[in-house]
Each structure stands twice: as structure tokens, then as C-alpha cells.
């Protein structure tokens, strides 16, 4: 009975192993994408581990243009939640009226910005844009 004991609890723990291996896996996968993504955006984008592994106050990717230096912290759940799906489906089909941008917040909490990555990379292209010209009516 003992030893059936011991059998199901180092099982327990190689399966809570996994499970946590797995995760971790699938969060430096989504860390790798979002460096891909911000790349082809102009970004010379860095995952944590490349930058220094474990310290919670670095983020999971860092990606600095010309204009901006981006904190990324990533969130790669199964679903996101439905709320958050429907407002931003709700603002894309308003976008006929301007940039879809979806802001929420909870109960006397804080402020945050939610929009697709078609929109998000339209944005900073814009940013790029205007900071050329900028640039170009400065030297005139």
C-alpha cells in the first residue's frame, strides 16, 4: 500500500512537472512570436532570456524602434475572455468612424488599451510617418 502511495504522488509531481514545463514552453513560444511580429515591424525586439532571465521587473520582450521603446509583457492563454473578444469586435465594426481601440478597466482600477495587431502595426507606421516628416520640415 505504501509503495502504491509513493508511485501515485511521484506520478502526481511528474505530471505537475510537465504541466509547468509545458506552460513555460508554450510562453516562450508566444514570447518568439511577438519578437517575429514586432521584427517585421522595424523593431529590434529581445525575449527576457536574452536579456537577463528571472528578474520580474524586465520584460518578457523589449523592442525599440526610432520613436519608441516597447515593454512587452506577453499573455498567451487558451481564450481570451469573451469580454475582451467582443469589445474589440464591436470596435472594429465601427471602424468606419476611426481607430478601433477598445478601453477598459475594472472597478476603480486603472486604465488599458486593447486593439488588433493590424491596428497596432498601422499605428506605429503612422508614428514612423509623421516623425519623418517631422523631421524633414525641421531641417527646412
Not at 33 to 60: C, M, T, W, Y
Not at 110 to 134: C, D, H, N, P
Amino acid at each position: 500500500m505504501v509503495n502504491i502511495m509513493v508511485s501515485l504522488v511521484l506520478h502526481l509531481l511528474e505530471v505537475g512537472a510537465l504541466s509547468g514545463r509545458k506552460s513555460r514552453d508554450k510562453g516562450k513560444r508566444g514570447e518568439r512570436e511577438v519578437v517575429n511580429i514586432l521584427q517585421s515591424l522595424g523593431f529590434d525586439a529581445k525575449r527576457r532570456g536574452q536579456l537577463q532571465a528571472g528578474r520580474e521587473d524586465v520584460p518578457d520582450v523589449l523592442a525599440k524602434s526610432k520613436l519608441i521603446t516597447l515593454a512587452v509583457e506577453v499573455k498567451f492563454p487558451k481564450k481570451l475572455p469573451a469580454f475582451v473578444n467582443g469589445a474589440i469586435e464591436q470596435a472594429e465594426q465601427a471602424s468606419r468612424y476611426g481607430l478601433p481601440v477598445v478601453f477598459m478597466r475594472e472597478n476603480n482600477g486603472q486604465w488599458y488599451v486593447a486593439m488588433t495587431l493590424s491596428r497596432f502595426a498601422w499605428l506605429i507606421g503612422k508614428l514612423e510617418v509623421a516623425e519623418e516628416v517631422k523631421n524633414v520640415s525641421s531641417r527646412r
